[in-house]
């Protein structure tokens, strides 16, 4: 049974600085293209940030680059989202994918979709 548990969400002022970690088991980590995803109330889901599995290729949605920072470690199944500069606009509950996918970005913004869900942790920016 495959089971993803995020953490690390809290909140924090505009300018401030989290990391979110995320765990997986069942399933061979190590192989598997890993993401964050945000949602806020009557929005869909955003794809933010993917990282194949072997850290050798990174998505970010424009509205992070620069800011946000995808990583893994693989010995320790865990996925990291360091999230630097944060925004009022960065307040979402953040969710942790396995097989994190993006394509089609040649004609707009990347399609981003995700497997297995987390529960999800929320991040909330104060201004």
């Known amino acids: 049974q495959v089971q993803v548990v995020e953490s690390g969400g809290g909140l924090v002022q505009a300018g401030g600085s989290l990391r979110l970690s995320c765990t997986a088991s069942g399933l061979p980590f190590d192989v598997y293209s890993m993401g964050w995803f945000r949602q806020v109330p009557g929005k869909e889901r955003e794809g933010v940030s993917c990282i194949s599995w072997s850290s050798g290729s990174t998505y970010y949605a424009d509205s992070v680059k620069g800011r946000f920072t995808i990583s893994r470690d693989n010995a320790k199944n865990t996925l990291y989202l360091q999230m630097n500069s944060l925004k009022p606009e960065d307040t979402a509950m953040y969710y942790c994918?396995?097989?994190?996918?993006?394509?089609?970005?040649?004609?707009?913004?990347?399609?981003?979709?995700?497997?297995?869900w987390g529960q999800g942790t929320q991040v909330t920016v104060s201004s």
């Open positions: 994918a396995a097989e994190c996918i993006w394509y089609d970005c040649s004609s707009g913004p990347c399609r981003v979709e995700g497997a297995y």
